[in-house]
C-alpha cells in the first residue's frame, strides 16, 4: 500500500463547478500535511497546510480527518487557470524534521 | 528574492556513464532536500541535509547515488554507473529550517536526466 493514495482523475470540468479531491495516509502518526500544486512540467508549490480545524484561503478549504487519515481539498468557483495536478503531501518524517512524503496527485482540467 | 537554483536543465547521458547534479538552496536556508520525480510518479524522497550533514540518506534508491553539501549551500547529487530506470526529473528543495511541522519547502525547476 502507497504511505498516500489520491485518484489520479483527470478531473475534467467546466468554469465555475466544484470540485473535491481526497486523499488518504497510512502512517498514523503523520504530524503536518499540506496540498501542493504542480502545473506541466513545473516544479511542484505550495497551495495551502491542511491544519486539523480544517482551514479556507479564497476558493479553496482543506480539511483533515486524523480518526480516519483522510485530507481532502475542496474547490469552489473553478477557473481555468485551476489546471493543473494536485499533490496530496503528508510530513513522514521522524526525529522532528521534515521529510515530504507525496501522493502521485489528482489531475484536473477545467475547460470553459 | 532569488529561488532555488539548478543545474543542468537537462542531461542526456549514456548508460554506464557518472553524473552530477547541482542545487543552490534560497540563501539563509538551512535544510535542503533531493527528491525524484520518475514520469508519471509522484515525488520520491531521497536524502536530506541539515547544514552540511544529512541525517537521512533513507531515500537513496542505490549506492551508486551519494550527495553532499558544502559550506551549508550548495549541494551535488552524484549518480554514477547511471542506468536507464535512473531516468526521471531531479528536484531540489530547500526550506529555513529542518524542523517546525510547518516549514514550507520551496523546490527548484529540476534537472531532467534522460539515460540513453
Known amino acids: 500500500r502507497k504511505e498516500v493514495e489520491q485518484d489520479p482523475g483527470p478531473f475534467n470540468v467546466p468554469e465555475g463547478a466544484t470540485v473535491a479531491f481526497n486523499c488518504t495516509y497510512s502512517?498514523?502518526?503523520?504530524?503536518?500535511f499540506f496540498w501542493y500544486r504542480q502545473d506541466c512540467r513545473k516544479e511542484p508549490k505550495l497551495l495551502m497546510s491542511?491544519?486539523?480545524s480544517g482551514n479556507e484561503d479564497g476558493r479553496f478549504t482543506a480539511q483533515l480527518n486524523r480518526a480516519s487519515q483522510y485530507i481532502s481539498l475542496l474547490i469552489r468557483d473553478s477557473k481555468l487557470s485551476d489546471s493543473a495536478t494536485y499533490l496530496c503531501?503528508?510530513?513522514?518524517?521522524?526525529?522532528?524534521?521534515?521529510?515530504?512524503?507525496f501522493g502521485a496527485g489528482t489531475r484536473l482540467a477545467v475547460h470553459p | 528574492g532569488a529561488g532555488v537554483s539548478q543545474s543542468p536543465s537537462n542531461k542526456v547521458t549514456e548508460k554506464g556513464k557518472d553524473v552530477e547534479l547541482r542545487c543552490d538552496p534560497i540563501s539563509g536556508h538551512t535544510a535542503l532536500y533531493w527528491y525524484r520525480q520518475s514520469l508519471g510518479q509522484g515525488l520520491e524522497f531521497l536524502i536530506y541535509f541539515q547544514g552540511n550533514s544529512a541525517p537521512d540518506k533513507s531515500g537513496l534508491p542505490s549506492d551508486r547515488f551519494s550527495a553532499e553539501r558544502t559550506g551549508g549551500s550548495v549541494s551535488t547529487l552524484t549518480i554514477q554507473r547511471t542506468q536507464q530506470e535512473d531516468s526521471a526529473v531531479y528536484l531540489c528543495?530547500?526550506?529555513?529550517?529542518?524542523?517546525?511541522?510547518?516549514?514550507?519547502?520551496?523546490f527548484g525547476p529540476g534537472t531532467r536526466l534522460t539515460v540513453l
Open positions: 502512517n498514523s502518526a503523520s504530524q503536518s
Open positions: 528543495a530547500s526550506s529555513l529550517a529542518g524542523t517546525g511541522a510547518y516549514n514550507e519547502q520551496f
Open positions: 491542511v491544519y486539523s
Open positions: 503531501v503528508v510530513n513522514g518524517g521522524s526525529g522532528g524534521y521534515n521529510k515530504l512524503i
